[in-house]
């Protein structure tokens, strides 16, 4: 059994800041890929950031100015920092963990709302 827990998302003021976090326990022995995505109102789900290994990657049109993202592999923990929030950046924050299996696991979700 593999839980994935995200946190850190809440009500800020565009231009705020925000850290989410993403921790991953259970039986999982090895990550492949960590990776963070959002899902906007009546919108799909769409990758923003996550680590395949070690390599970061952003999305395309990615908020990667803005975003930075890092992991503590000990902890089997994915963040994102987010700066300078924009209302467009309101969603629902997912993250996803796949194992060397190539098994995906999804956590619930963490609400980011960015309004003055």
């Known amino acids: 059994q593999v839980q994935v827990v995200e946190s850190g998302g809440g009500l800020a003021q565009p231009g705020g800041s925000l850290r989410l976090s993403c921790a991953a326990s259970?039986?999982?022995?090895?990550?492949?890929?960590m990776g963070w995505y959002r899902q906007a109102p009546g919108k799909q789900r769409d990758f923003v950031a996550g680590?395949?290994?070690?390599?970061?990657?952003f999305a395309e049109n990615s908020e990667k100015g803005r975003f930075t993202i890092s992991r503590d592999n000990a902890k089997n923990t994915l963040y994102l920092q987010m700066n300078s929030l924009k209302p467009e950046d309101t969603a629902v924050y997912y993250c996803s963990v796949t194992d060397a299996s190539y098994r995906e696991y999804w956590g619930q979700g963490t609400q980011v709302t960015v309004s003055s």
């Open positions: 259970g039986s999982i022995f090895s990550v492949n890929r």
């Open positions: 680590f395949q290994r070690s390599t970061a990657r």
